[in-house]
C-alpha cells in the first residue's frame, strides 16, 4: 500500500500513463477523507492558460524516476476541467472526476459533503 506520505514526498515527480507516456509532474496530492489514502493527484497542462488537470493515483507503479498510473494519457486529457476554491473541489466536481476515471463515487456523511482532501 502507498501511503500520502510516501506520495507527498514525489511532489515534482514525472507521471507517466501505463503505456510509458509523459503526462506531467505530480503538483498536489488528494486523500479520501475517510481512509486517508490517495485518490488523485494533480498535473500542470497546457503551455499557455495553463491548468490543472486530476489523475488516478489509485495502482500506481513507482519507478526509479517516474511514476506510472493505470491510465491513458487520452483519459488524462479528457478530464472535466476543475476551477479549485481554495484547493478543494465541491462535490459536484469530485463526483465528476470519479465517473470520468470509472471509480465507485459515494460522498461521506460530513459537514461538507466532500470525499476529497489536499495533502
Known sequence: ?????N???WRGTELVDR??????????VYVDVETDEPIFGTVKE???GR???FVPLGGITIGPDNLQ???????????????????????RD???????????YTPPASESG???ARR
Open 19 to 28: 503505456e510509458g507516456d509523459k503526462i506531467g509532474k505530480l503538483e498536489d
Open 69 to 91: 498510473v493505470p491510465v491513458s494519457s487520452k483519459q488524462v486529457k479528457d478530464a472535466p476541467e476543475i476551477a479549485l476554491d481554495g484547493g478543494e473541489l465541491s462535490q
Open 7 to 9: 506520495i507527498a514526498e
Open 1 to 5: 500500500m502507498v501511503t500520502h506520505r
Open 51 to 53: 491548468h490543472l488537470t
Open 114 to 116: 466532500r470525499r476529497l
Open 94 to 104: 469530485e463526483s465528476d472526476l470519479y465517473h470520468h476515471y470509472q471509480l465507485d
Open 46 to 48: 497546457g503551455l499557455i
